[in-house]
């Protein structure tokens, strides 16, 4: 059964700070990695999406990497702002082998705090 | 366009009430998840729906919780005499097929006194 993990739980940061949050799973035959954004009271905003095949996937001030082979995942935070404080989640896809790939297996989610 | 959303946005249930949530997804997607998230941790799989099919309700946590897609495109979960461990956010997400990036809603809160 596939296991998603979140370090830090929990970060607080001063503004302007570059920071890594790291994810990291036990089964490497994924399908895809997704990063997720999450402010209190509110759903899921996808922030960015790697595929298995791809190494790196960048938007913004955000960079996330993926390791398959190791089971890892970082998203780089350049920068960082008041607005980027909400919590992060990653989630995996399983690759598809005519049974349940749809299902997302999420972390726990690391919560940031960027302060002014 | 509209993306997926989700009604009522919060949802206070005495225990042993039954309650329904409804999520519209957005229109023309053929796939529909439910997802249960309990505090503090990630959201987890409930239910799966292609058109008005329910292909995978291995997820959820009892006979209680009882879902539906009668014509393809609003879902209802429906939780029978709620207990307080039921109190979570419950997630809907849409996709054009089950092999495309999932939509999330911005999630029911449902608090079971």
């Known amino acids: 059964k596939q296991e998603v993990t979140q370090i830090p739980a929990a970060l607080s940061v001063p503004e302007g700070e570059n920071l890594v949050l790291n994810c990291s799973f036990t089964?490497?035959?994924?399908?895809?990695l997704q990063w997720f954004r999450q402010d209190p009271g509110k759903g899921l905003t996808s922030l960015l999406l790697?595929?298995?095949?791809?190494r790196e996937q960048t938007s913004g001030r955000l960079n996330a990497s993926l390791d398959k082979s190791s089971g890892r995942s970082t998203l780089y935070i350049a920068a960082s702002q008041p607005g980027d404080s909400a919590t992060y989640l990653c989630a995996v896809r399983p690759i598809y082998s005519g049974g349940s790939n749809y299902k997302l297996t999420f972390g726990k989610g690391t919560l940031l705090t960027v302060n002014p | 366009g509209a993306g997926v959303s989700q009604s009522p946005r919060y949802k206070v249930a005495k225990r042993g009430q039954d309650v329904a949530l409804r999520c519209d997804p957005i229109s023309g997607h053929v796939s529909l998840f439910w997802y249960q998230q309990a505090l503090g941790q990630g959201p987890e799989f409930l239910t799966y729906?292609?058109?008005?099919?329910?292909?995978?309700k291995s997820g959820l946590p009892s006979d209680r919780f009882f879902a539906e897609r009668p014509e393809g495109s609003v879902s209802t979960l429906k939780i029978q005499r709620t207990q307080q461990e039921d109190s979570a956010v419950y997630l809907c997400a849409s996709s054009p097929t089950h092999l495309y990036e999932q939509y999330f809603g911005p999630g029911t809160r449902l608090t079971v006194t």
């Open positions: 089964d490497s035959a994924i399908y895809n």
């Open positions: 790697i595929q298995s095949s791809q």
């Open positions: 729906f292609q058109n008005e099919a329910q292909l995978d």
